[in-house]
């Protein structure tokens, strides 16, 4: 068992920056892909970002490419996610995943093949 808990949403302006944390125990984490996903009132949960185990391979979906960053550190058991510019269309909450998996490759977008979740933090961007 993974137990994943999410940090540092809250309300901000267009434009600002936040940065999400996720503290996991339980099982050893540094071996985990970690996904970080989030669902709008009356919308799909949807991909925003993942990480391989080691840190060196990422994926980000096209809406947030280039403004958010996803990172880890394997000695914090800790992944991150850094949002910069940030737009009213970010408003969601947003749940930390991880795999069993080190990578998902192609597979990495679809939240059914994580096996842990966060219960979420919410992110409100103010226009």
């Known amino acids: 068992q993974v137990q994943l808990v999410e940090s540092g949403g809250g309300l901000v302006q267009a434009g600002d920056s936040l940065r999400l944390s996720c503290a996991a125990s339980?099982?050893?984490?540094?071996?985990?892909?970690m996904g970080w996903f989030r669902q709008a009132p009356g919308k799909e949960r949807e991909f925003v970002a993942a990480i391989n185990w080691s840190g060196d391979t990422t994926f980000y979906a096209d809406s947030v490419k280039g403004r958010f960053t996803i990172s880890r550190d394997n000695a914090k058991n800790t992944v991150y996610l850094q949002m910069n510019s940030l737009k009213p269309e970010d408003t969601a909450v947003y749940y930390c995943a991880a795999s069993q998996r080190r990578w998902l490759y192609s597979q990495v977008t679809k939240n059914y093949l994580y096996d842990y979740w966060g219960q979420g933090t919410q992110v409100t961007v103010s226009s």
């Open positions: 339980g099982r050893t984490f540094s071996t985990n892909a």
